[in-house]
C-alpha cells in the first residue's frame, strides 16, 4: 500500500514537471497586467468602398471579419491586399513587454490570409504575421507554428519581448512558436483576415471574441 501510495506521488510529480516543460501548464497571462480595453480602442479597417457592415458583425460578444479575394484595400491611396481588420488603437508600443490574447475561429476554406499580426518594426513593415493555409498556421509563408485551425475556437497568445528582442506565441496555452522580432519600433496588435501576396482563397474570413491586452 504504501509503495503504491510513494508510486502515485512520484508519477504526479513527473507529470507536473512534465506538464511545466512543455508550456501546458502553465497561464502566458501570469505576471502580466491585463490594459482596459474599450470599442474605441478598436479601429476598423475594411474595403474603402464597402460600408462597414457588408465586412463586419459584432454579436454577442464575436466580431466577425470577412473579404473577399477581389475586393479594394483599406484606402484608395494603398496598394496592398484587401482586409477587413481589426486595429487595436491607443496602445502602440516600442518597448517593454506587452501581450495580445484572444479566442479565434477560423472557418474551412479560408486561406492564405494573415489573421493576426504585430504591425511595425525596424527592419520591416511588420514583427510578426500569422498565416492560415489550409488549416494550418504558419509564421509568415513559411515556419509551421499549428495544424487542424480550421472550424473550432482556439485561444491565441502573443508576447512581444521588445527589449529581450523575441516574440511567442501561444496556442491554448501551449507554447508554439518563439522568434527573434525584427527591432523595435511603432508597434501594435492587429487581427481579423487580410489576404496574403498569393494563394488565397476567394472568401476569407475570421472570428473574434474576448480579445485583451496585456503588459508587463
Avoid at 494550418?136 to 527589449?163: E, Q
Wanted: glycine fraction near 8%.
Amino acid at each position: 500500500m504504501k509503495i503504491s501510495h510513494y508510486y502515485c506521488i512520484t508519477s504526479l510529480l513527473l507529470l507536473i514537471l512534465f506538464c511545466f516543460s512543455e508550456g501546458w501548464c502553465a497561464d502566458p497571462t501570469y505576471g502580466f497586467t491585463a490594459v482596459p480595453l474599450t470599442e474605441w480602442n478598436f479601429e476598423l479597417q475594411k474595403p474603402y468602398d464597402v460600408p462597414l457592415e457588408e465586412r463586419y458583425s459584432y454579436e454577442n460578444g464575436v466580431r466577425k471579419l470577412w473579404v473577399y479575394a477581389d475586393d479594394k484595400p483599406h484606402d484608395p491611396n494603398s496598394l496592398t491586399q484587401p482586409r477587413t481588420e481589426v486595429r487595436i488603437r491607443g496602445l502602440d508600443y516600442s518597448s517593454g513587454v506587452w501581450q495580445f490574447e484572444g479566442y479565434a475561429f477560423v472557418p474551412n476554406g479560408t486561406s492564405g490570409v494573415t489573421v493576426s499580426q504585430i504591425h511595425g518594426a525596424a527592419q520591416d513593415a511588420t514583427t510578426l504575421i500569422l498565416r492560415i493555409y489550409n488549416g494550418d498556421m504558419r509564421y509568415y509563408s513559411a515556419d509551421l507554428i499549428a495544424t487542424g485551425m480550421y472550424d473550432r475556437w482556439f485561444r491565441l497568445n502573443v508576447i512581444h519581448d521588445v527589449d529581450g528582442g523575441k516574440v511567442t506565441v501561444f496556442i491554448d496555452g501551449v507554447q508554439k512558436f518563439q522568434v527573434k522580432d525584427k527591432g523595435p519600433g511603432d508597434l501594435y496588435f492587429k487581427c481579423g483576415v487580410y489576404a496574403a501576396p498569393r494563394n488565397i482563397s476567394y472568401y476569407m474570413e475570421s472570428r473574434w471574441r474576448d480579445i485583451k491586452i496585456y503588459k508587463k
